[in-house]
């Protein structure tokens, strides 16, 4: 789970579940594996690198060498969440949205680390949230597509859905596409951007 942008690279990187991407495709893989036995896939770029644990902490290191990004003293900040964080962090105008399983979505200041804002959903967060004209789009396992100002964190809309939303948003045309789904309940939604209301579903 990697996303660059403006020259942020970002990394997830977790004990309880493996990356496994081609080394070599693209400039900037590296595979390290730590003594516990971690592995991580960093996609970085030479000005930083954003990296979520699986304890539950952010953090943003100087990446000229990624092997030891995190591990020096050009770590720039860490920021920590109530528990681990499997969903993938998005960078938009300098600010990192970001869920956890202590079912916050977090906007953190790139440069600083400094919380912006939390917003509390009803269950936990594995969706990647997308951001598009503001306003962040994201899933959670308590059924709901939410839509939240990205400056205020206030919420927009909240779209209930009949199973988990652990799928990151697709939005096109002023629509949010999003997948839901358990083993016997699954379906794609088609949602209005701006209203929140259901445009189609196929089951």
Known sequence: MIHAAHGTAVLIHSKESSISLPTGVRHGYMTRESPDGERSLPMITRRSALTATAGGLLSTSLATTPATAQQDDRLQWTFETGSRVVSSPTVVDGTVFVGSFDANLYAVDAAT????????????????????????FVGSDDGNLYAIDAT????????????????????????????????????????????????????
């Open 113 to 136: 680390g400094e919380q912006q804002w939390a917003f509390e959903a009803g269950s936990v967060i594995i969706s990647s949230p997308t951001v598009v004209d503001g306003t962040v």
């Open 152 to 203: 205020t964190g206030e919420q927009q809309w909240a779209f209930e859905t009949e199973s988990d939303v652990e799928s990151s948003p697709t939005v096109v045309n002023e629509t949010v596409f999003i997948g839901t789904g358990s083993y016997d309940n699954n379906g794609l939604y088609a949602v209005n951007a701006e209203s929140g209301e259901q445009e189609w579903a196929f089951e």
